[in-house]
């Protein structure tokens, strides 16, 4: 009797020594539960309700659209149409300008998806070697010819040719790629991967309600790249864009083969096992949803990579050459869209009788410049920054007014919401180039 009591004790022990263990773990995301997330939720359903249509200042029309996204045709992607499309639409896209990972060194396109669906524009791409590129016509690239050469073939023929990850080494000054990621979520997660339990286990305890907000705790300010794209841009026009990267691949789910097995796929796309089903899937499997999934335990699904940042592009219709031409020229804005949409954020120079002569990722002579302007559709803190240096902040507004002097240099704006009481950047325009008299 006495030992069975022992034991009993040391059981219960046990058992509680997990209970804290588990506490001390989950801690952290069961106060983000009760506390943090729906503080953060009110206040920016506050925001939303701050809502002004601002007037249309810029002629063109602004399109919103995710650039670098993976499908199927990636090794480490298994995304299909009816995953990609639904998404997509929630998260209100015009375009997606798809990267996938190159089969062979011999790359072929148009490839994979490559149409538009459901007036949603997918254009197809490949990442490779630090580039994305977008090819806009049948063509098949070679990626053994030097990069050089390359970026040249892509862009002289008509097609895009973006820096990806730029928090790697690239080769800078190469005088013909046309932008750069001035955010990519992959490059911000990095700092995250080292220990990826917190970040597991919120989404585990947050990832229904809020998983939105469980994916903004990875969200860093990437000064580095933005200075870095600063200082290029003070040589070499760089248009900068947003990644988001969206692989939908950091999943665990399992689905039923043509021959009655069940397959568990894991991280990255991965095969983890195939199996006759057991008690395991007779438990978990459910009857498949109408993506052949039976099993779903997702963290980066496609929506939410598509809705956390976007890439605004003013065109004056949607068409994939319009997209493509229009970013190239800077016409461009990145906005961070779980936050608020963006679309009516505008920044432009006006002439003395107020009307817009540039937009952003236009060149203006200085004595053309009477005002840089920015309207947005909710109140913001804008910061203006010449040549990479703030020159200028106002707080809590929806139209902005630059009253110095404007000199010849690279002006863009970055605009803030205020959540939980700090400055959260939510925009980041490119740049208007003003330039001397006697410049060009
Ligand atoms: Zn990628």
Redesign the pocket.
């Known amino acids: 009797m006495k030992l069975l009591r022992k034991l009993f004790q040391l059981i219960a022990i046990l058992v509680l020594i997990l209970i804290v263990v588990v506490l001390i773990y989950s801690a952290p995301s069961l106060w983000r539960k009760i506390y943090t997330y729906p503080k953060l939720e009110k206040e920016r359903n506050e925001l939303h309700a701050k809502y002004k249509k601002p007037s249309n200042y810029i002629q063109q029309t602004d399109y919103k659209g995710v650039l670098?996204a993976?499908s199927y045709w990636s090794h480490d992607s298994r995304g299909i149409l009816k995953e990609i499309l639904p998404a997509a639409k929630k998260a209100e896209l015009d375009f997606i300008f798809l990267?996938d990972h190159a089969r062979y060194q011999l790359d072929s396109f148009p490839r994979g998806y490559h149409s538009i669906y459901d007036n949603i524009i997918i254009e197809s791409g490949t990442?490779k070697s630090g580039l994305m590129v977008s090819p806009m016509k049948s063509v098949t690239l070679n990626w053994d010819q030097p990069k050089d050469s390359l970026i040249k073939q892509i862009t002289q023929s008509g097609g895009l040719v973006l820096y990806?990850h730029t928090e790697e080494k690239h080769e800078w000054d190469n005088p013909d790629y046309q932008a750069m990621e001035i955010y990519n979520i992959?490059t911000d997660f990095l700092d995250e991967e080292d220990d990826l339990m917190p970040f597991v286990v919120n989404s585990v305890i947050n990832g229904h309600k809020y998983k939105h907000w469980g994916m903004r705790e990875i969200f860093d300010e990437q000064k580095i790249i933005l200075a870095r794209w600063d200082s290029i841009n003070q040589f070499k026009k760089v248009v900068g864009m947003a990644a988001s990267?969206a692989h939908n691949n950091q999943n665990i789910r399992a689905r039923y083969t043509k021959e009655g097995m069940v397959e568990w796929v894991g991280p990255n796309a991965k095969t983890i096992s195939i199996v006759e089903p057991g008690w395991k899937e007779k438990l978990l499997l459910t009857e498949p949803d109408e993506t052949g999934w039976a099993f779903k335990f997702e963290l980066d699904t496609y929506f939410h990579s598509f809705n956390f940042v976007n890439t605004h592009v003013f065109c004056d219709s949607l068409s994939n050459i319009n997209i493509k031409d229009n970013l190239v020229a800077g016409h461009a804005f990145i906005a961070f869209e779980s936050l608020a949409n963006a679309k009516g954020f505008q920044y432009f120079s006006t002439d003395t009788k107020q009307e817009v002569n540039a937009i952003m990722g236009d060149s203006i002579q200085v004595g053309s410049v009477n005002t840089l302007k920015a309207v947005s559709p909710f109140p913001v803190r804008f910061e203006l920054i010449r040549n990479g240096e703030v020159i200028d902040v106002a707080d809590n507004l929806y139209t902005y007014e630059y009253k110095g002097e404007v000199r010849p240099g690279n002006y863009r704006l970055e605009a803030y919401i205020n959540l939980k009481g700090e400055q959260i950047p939510w925009v980041y325009t490119n740049p208007i180039y003003v330039y001397r008299n006697d410049q060009y």
């Open positions: 670098h993976h990267s990442e990806v992959h990267d």
